[in-house]
Nanobody
Framework: QVQLVESGGGLAQAGGSLRLSCAAS????????MGWFRQAPGKEREFVSA???????YYADSVKGRFTISRDNAKNTVYLQMNSLKPEDTAVYYC????????????????????WGQGTQVTVSS
């Protein structure tokens, strides 16, 4: 069992920054693939970013160049640094982990993650 708790969400102005944290407990996640997804009201959940292994990262086109995913293995935590925020970034952000494999190819699919956090709200005002 892995428990994930997101934090760091809140209200930001367009052009501002927020850093989301995803703290894992119950098992070390340093060897697992972890992802960030988001869901805006009335929309389907969408992939934001993933970190595979220690340093391989992927981003959705909509956030590439603005968001950075990283992990601190000592703290069993994954971060999402969000810069140059836009109103369209407004959503509930979820972190997830695939605890079955160190490397996954379908990092963009929520179906390939087996544990999820409860989500943290990010609201960006124009």
């Amino acid at each position: 069992q892995v428990q994930l708790v997101e934090s760091g969400g809140g209200l930001a102005q367009a052009g501002g920054s927020l850093r989301l944290s995803c703290a894992a407990s119950g098992r070390t996640v340093r060897q697992y693939s972890m992802g960030w997804f988001r869901q805006a009201p009335g929309k389907e959940r969408e992939f934001v970013s993933a970190i595979i292994g220690s340093s391989t990262t992927y981003y959705a086109d909509s956030v590439k160049g603005r968001f950075t995913i990283s992990r601190d293995n000592a703290k069993n935590t994954v971060y999402l640094q969000m810069n140059s925020l836009k109103p369209e970034d407004t959503a509930v952000y979820y972190c997830a982990v695939n605890s079955r494999a160190a490397y996954i190819t379908r990092y963009y699919s929520g179906d390939d993650y087996d544990y999820w956090g409860q989500g943290t709200q990010v609201t960006v005002s124009s």
